[in-house]
């Protein structure tokens, strides 16, 4: 037996096999604090929100906080920054373990592998993510597991492209960083990365709609979390919202059925991703050109996309447009969506896990 899990910026989600079904687990990366008054221990309590006492507040974890922040005033804070945990912040890892170990139930027996991504994963570049790379094993291996690392765009190819040989270009686009990839046989042959994604989107929708929120304290912030939930909830393009519509929403007031303009959150979310695809797209063809490698392959070659930003309303025509707008030395099939969110990356994480296990219980019979 074995288990996969996806860690990524903004939830981290497990599957594994039990019998003969699948189980798949999911919590968010967010964490909010209360004030350790009566009244926000009454009301936590009335309306059964999970939460913990800390020093002198109430914590909220994972969806207890993403849910509720907003209505008790305060601020739903990431646990990640910039796809990576802060480096000096001991409680943000007890809270990121927290969370691991919330998905990833004790192994049944020691030794069992767990396959695991991280934010990034194609590559371990940067200190900071080889230092959470260590912590996150320490933490699989103290449920009792043997975590082996796949990359992000191998996992997709091994869940979505098995008719094609786990072969093909996997494009994966998430809150931290944007990644496209030639995989062949479910390994990376090459691949390019941008260092932003849905976070950095989010947070130029908010500063120009002009989302700013108090918390509890009257400390004033970018509120990007209302950005990712606007997202999140996918508009279509240029209908929906405008910069009053999502100010009325959040005093409280009557929505506008209809719009008398173009909505500027569709604008601003159309330009920030155009231009994130571009580069990635531009990036990845110039590294194909290098590599050589695409022409060994049959062609056109199949392209499929993974990550929450994927899911965004209207981005395989704008993927369209930035594939476009590059010179090509391969052709491509026209790109899908992966399906199964937010476990299609783990359900090729438990692909990878099995064929590992399979291949080491054959060495131990051939021995």
Known sequence: MSIA???GSHRVTSLRFAREHLIGRQRRCVYAVLPNSESHRQLLAQSHVEHVPCDDGLLMLGEAAWDNAEL????????FTQGTLPEH?????????????????????????CALSTPGSGGLRTEAAKSD???????VRLQGYEPILVPTPSALALAELAPQGFTGITI???????????????????????????????GRIAESLGLMSWDSMGERFCDISSATRLRECRPSFGQGFSAGALRRDKLGLPPIE?????????EVLR?????????LMSEFSNELTQSRRGQDFNQPLPMVCGGGLALTQGFLPILDAAIGSTDWHVRQQ?????NGWPFNTARGLLIAAELETQAAMSNQRAA
């Open 133 to 139: 790379f260590e912590f996150f094993n320490r933490v």
């Open 334 to 338: 026209p790109p899908r969506i992966a």
């Open 89 to 113: 912040d001991p409680i943000a890892r007890q809270l990121m373990a927290t969370i691991i170990e919330a998905v990833l139930p004790k192994a049944t027996y020691q030794g069992e592998l």
């Open 72 to 79: 008790f005033h305060v601020h739903a804070r990431p646990l």
């Open 258 to 266: 209809k719009l008398a303009e173009p909505s500027e959150y569709s």
């Open 5 to 7: 899990l996806d860690i």
């Open 172 to 202: 994966v686009c998430g809150a931290s960083c944007c990644e496209a990839a030639l995989v062949h046989r479910g390994v990376v042959v090459c691949q390019s990365r941008q260092n932003y994604g849905g976070d950095w989107i989010d």
């Open 271 to 279: 330009a920030s991703l155009l231009e994130v695809l571009c580069e």
